[in-house]
C-alpha cells in the first residue's frame, strides 16, 4: 500500500481488492482495519456503513474509468479499446480479480438498493463509451462487423469480465483466448 495515500483512500483501495477478489459480502472492516492496522471505529468514522463504502468503491472505480477514457479520447478506435482490456489484463494479473461492475451484479439482488443504482449507472457508462468507440471504429473503416455497435458492445460488456471468470476457473490460456476472440471480432482493417 503506497504510504503517500491518505487513510480514506487506503481504506478504499483495500475495500476495492477485497470486493474484486472475494465479493463484496465476503470482506469486513476488520481486514482492513487489520491490514492498515487501525480500529475499525476509524474506518466507520469515513465509510458509517458498509454500504457507504461500497457505494464510494463504486465511485473510485468509476472515476479511474473515466480518467482512462480521457487520456484516450483522441486516439484511434483500436488503441482505446486496448486501454480497456489493458485494464482487464491487469486484473487478471494482480490476484485473478474481477471487474467491479461484474463482482457486484453476480450478487445484484443481495446487495442495497443504492448500490444497485450506483453500479447499474456505472455498467450504462462503460456501455455508452464502448458503443460510442464501437460505431467511430465502423464509421472510420476500422473496425469490420456485422453487429451494430451497440451489440459488439453489449458482446464485450459480457465477455470481458467473462474472461477473467474463465480464466480463474481454466487459467491464463484461457483468458488470453478470450481477449484475442474480442480483438478478432472486430476485424479491424
Known amino acids: 500500500m503506497d504510504a503517500t495515500l491518505h487513510t480514506r483512500d487506503k481504506i478504499i483501495e483495500l475495500a476495492r481488492n477485497y470486493i474484486q477478489t472475494v465479493g463484496y459480502h465476503a470482506f469486513n472492516y476488520k481486514q482492513i482495519a487489520t491490514v492498515l492496522n487501525i480500529k475499525n471505529a476509524a474506518i466507520h468514522h469515513y ?80 456501455q455508452g463509451w464502448l458503443i460510442e468507440v464501437m460505431q467511430s471504429g465502423l464509421d472510420r473503416g476500422v473496425f469490420k462487423f456485422e453487429e451494430t455497435a451497440r451489440e459488439m458492445a453489449n458482446k464485450w460488456m459480457v465477455i470481458l469480465p467473462g474472461s477473467l471468470q474463465a480464466g480463474r476457473l481454466r487459467g491464463e490460456d484461457c483468458f488470453n483466448e478470450l481477449i484475442v476472440g474480442l480483438r478478432t471480432s472486430l476485424k479491424a482493417a
Open 47 to 126: 465509510y458509517p456503513s458498509k454500504e457507504d463504502l461500497g457505494l464510494a468503491v463504486i465511485e473510485k472505480d468509476r472515476n479511474d474509468f473515466e480518467c482512462m477514457t480521457a487520456a484516450t479520447a483522441g486516439a484511434e478506435p483500436i488503441q482505446r479499446l486496448e486501454a480497456l482490456i489493458h485494464n482487464y489484463d491487469r486484473y487478471f494479473n494482480d490476484g485473478h480479480k474481477m471487474c467491479l461492475i461484474s463482482t457486484f451484479g453476480s450478487a445484484y439482488h443481495d446487495i442495497p438498493e443504492r448500490i444497485q443504482q450506483a453500479v447499474t449507472q456505472y455498467y450504462e457508462v462503460v
